[in-house]
């Protein structure tokens, strides 16, 4: 009974050691996640924006790589013991900035989505590139008109298209998925 697990463990190791690795080694994804949020605070660098934490990816093979970070595209004084509450005026000027800043912001993930292709040579073609990023509101804040989060995903092959000028810039809105949430 011994004789015959000992061999078969001997047999299964050669089989262990041949499981797919993955096509994107971890110093890849580690680049990729400064790479998101340095492009991400340098968006405007006289009145910077604060990440909430660091971006983390993860790469899903047979689907792509996924970034996910969070932002506050308005930072403000916060509670503290000399400012112990934020004002209505305050709320309003934060909220304003946030809806103006919106805009560039998706232009921002945009440009990081094409971009990354150069980086991510190991993400087969067909497979996706995503970045998601969840914006920070304070308890309270007015929301309206803001997502929580927004994702954006294309194709490796359109994006790099895209990029490379093999596709027009124009085709960019209809080579990404959005969602807001």
């Given at each position: 009974m011994r004789l015959t697990a000992v061999i078969l463990l001997l047999c299964a190791l050669p089989f262990g050691s041949m499981a797919d690795k993955p096509k994107v080694n971890p110093a890849t994804i580690k680049a990729m996640e400064d790479s998101v949020d340095n492009h991400l605070l340098r968006i405007w660098r006289d009145d910077p924006v604060e990440m909430?934490?660091?971006?983390r990816g993860a790469y899903v093979s047979g689907s792509g790589v996924?970034?996910?970070?969070?932002?506050?595209?308005?930072?403000?004084?916060?509670i503290s013991p000399f400012h112990k509450t934020i004002t209505p005026d305050e709320l309003k000027r934060i909220h304003e900035k946030k809806i103006s800043r919106?805009?560039?912001?998706?232009?921002?993930?945009?440009?990081?989505?094409?971009n990354?292709?150069?980086?991510?040579?190991?993400v087969p073609p067909q497979e996706q590139i995503a970045l998601g990023i969840s914006l920070?509101?304070?308890s309270g804040e007015n929301t309206e008109g803001l997502p929580a989060?927004?994702?954006?995903?294309?194709?490796?092959?359109?994006?790099?298209?895209?990029?490379?000028?093999?596709?027009?810039?124009?085709?960019?809105?209809?080579?990404?998925?959005?969602q807001e949430y």
């Open positions: 909430i934490g660091v971006t996924v970034f996910v970070g969070g932002l506050n595209l308005a930072p403000s004084a916060g919106l805009p560039k912001l998706k232009t921002a993930m945009q440009e990081w989505l094409l990354a292709t150069d980086s991510l040579d190991a920070f509101y304070w989060q927004i994702v954006m995903h294309g194709s490796k092959r359109a994006l790099s298209d895209i990029k490379t000028g093999r596709a027009d810039k124009t085709t960019l809105s209809s080579a990404l998925s959005v």
